[in-house]
């Protein structure tokens, strides 16, 4: 549609020709626009919340106990895997896969009447999900940082992304760790990598290969508005992953593109029972009810996931790979909330599927499936899953590990146990909640010092995250 443009500019796997084909006025435009809204980072969070010392952040930080002790920041960031020997000799492969739009509402509402996951509930019902569960943000980019750095998502600035801070690399960067243990990391994208420059991003990152539209030949019917289609991203995945000219245990971060507006999906596809429930009709728009391909593209997506899954666990690779899925974010047309919906305005599941031999060194039982938890702390989960005696740096916490965890967004919604606070961005002040595990509702409750400590805690991490991507 805009040959000359940046967005489509991927046409090659050769980032050189792909910078050729476009036109320069597009770059200048970038350029002039980026500068402007680049002014905004000059925001100092330390000064917006009022923090004078490191001293004070780190008390605030203490509401989480392994934090009481902490005396530096690097007694927060630095962080290090418990000895396994039996992961040193199966060096499992690792997949974690962002899908766009899984949010949690259509997944904790699924029925036969209104079957959005298809084969994937199987999985679901097999494997473990944490549903206290937020994304970094409300928007892709926001996902794609936070679990790629293991920090969150900072309000009142830009994404790093749209930053000179994409060009560094991080100590936090989601690959460090599997480089330093030997492992080959691809990062795939099922749209143009030049979306964002997340090639060069991903690559700033330190990544071994980045795949994204350019690099795969599929015919018209296999594309949709922003990349290719969840079967095709699928098969590169399982490609990827079968790659015998890599002699190496693979470590995959897969971002999909299809469930994402305008709603595209084959004119062959036979969808299941998708009769939507009230309580999800009253959270739409007349216009967006209206729309046929809303939930058959998010029910087609799962599906698609679901054979993925399904595929490997019959394959050669059952026993020596770990799958981890979550969103990037809840579907935007679900827009229409009340106050007790704002946790599930927000919320999407975060699976993983553990191979048996794995499973055995992991007592099942003492893993509480209710822990809240956010984007930054999939990698932690995962290192600690994979990886023997491996240091690492992460603002996330390992959630088989860590049951006081917070769960917390951009968005000032901070959830831990049983209690909630939001945070309003306008006066600095705060409302305060009760929050039901088994509804996911929220209620309206007299502050205690519990909610006060959520409030500091949100934050001294925001201030913290500030300091650490500002730093050298």
Request: a positive charge; aromatic letters at 12%; glycine letters at 4%.
């Amino acid at each position: 549609m805009f040959p000359l443009g940046l967005f489509y500019s991927q046409i090659s796997p050769n980032q050189f020709i792909n910078k050729l084909c476009i036109n320069p006025i597009h770059p200048l435009a970038d350029t002039i626009y980026l500068k402007i809204k680049n002014s905004r980072n000059t925001t100092s969070l330390k000064d917006i919340f009022k923090y004078k010392d490191e001293k004070t952040i780190l008390k605030d930080l203490s509401v989480l106990s392994k934090y009481k002790n902490a005396t530096t920041n690097n007694d927060i960031l630095n962080k290090i895997t418990k000895e396994n020997k039996k992961l040193e000799k199966i060096k499992p492969n690792v997949i974690i896969i962002v899908m766009e739009g899984l949010g949690e509402i259509p997944i904790i509402s699924n029925n036969k009447n209104f079957n959005v996951m298809g084969e994937l509930k199987e999985h679901f019902d097999e494997d473990i999900v944490f549903y206290n569960f937020l994304p970094a943000g409300f928007i892709t980019i926001h996902a794609i940082e936070s679990i790629s750095l293991s920090i969150p998502q900072r309000p009142y600035v830009n994404q790093i992304t749209q930053t000179q801070d994409a060009f560094k690399q991080f100590s936090t960067s989601i690959i460090l760790p599997y480089k330093n243990a030997g492992y080959h990391t691809l990062a795939l994208y099922g749209g143009s990598m030049t979306w964002r420059d997340l090639e060069g991003f991903f690559k700033a990152q330190g990544f071994d290969d980045i795949v994204g539209e350019g690099n795969v030949v599929v015919e018209a019917k296999d594309r949709h508005s922003w990349g290719i289609n969840d079967d095709k991203f699928f098969e590169l995945i399982e490609k990827q992953l079968s790659d015998k000219t890599i002699n190496a245990p693979k470590f995959i971060y897969a971002i999909s593109t299809q469930n994402h507006p305008p709603y595209k999906v084959s004119k062959d596809y036979k969808a299941l029972s998708l009769k939507i429930p009230s309580n999800i009709q009253n959270m739409m728009s007349t216009k967006d009810l209206e729309n046929k391909n809303l939930f058959k593209t998010f029910q087609f997506s799962n599906r698609e996931l679901a054979k993925f899954i399904s595929s490997i666990k019959k394959s050669q690779f059952a026993q020596n790979t770990i799958i981890a899925v979550t969103g990037d974010h809840n579907l935007r047309e679900l827009s229409n909330y009340n106050v007790e919906d704002l946790f599930l305005r927000y919320a999407v599941p975060f699976y993983i599927y553990i191979p048996d031999q794995i499973k055995k060194n992991i007592n099942l039982q003492k893993i509480d499936k209710q822990v809240c938890g956010s984007h930054m702390d999939i990698m932690a989960t995962l290192y600690n899953l994979s990886l023997s005696s491996v240091t690492y740096r992460s603002l996330g916490n390992n959630l088989f590990d860590t049951k006081d965890n917070i769960a917390f967004n951009i968005d000032g919604l901070v959830v831990q146990d049983d209690i909630a606070i939001k945070y309003n961005f306008v006066n600095g002040s705060f409302e305060s909640f009760l929050f039901d595990n088994k509804t996911k509702k929220l209620s309206l409750t007299k502050q205690t010092e519990k909610h006060k400590q959520l409030f500091d805690y949100y934050r001294a991490i925001m201030t913290l995250t500030d300091i650490f991507v500002k730093s050298k």
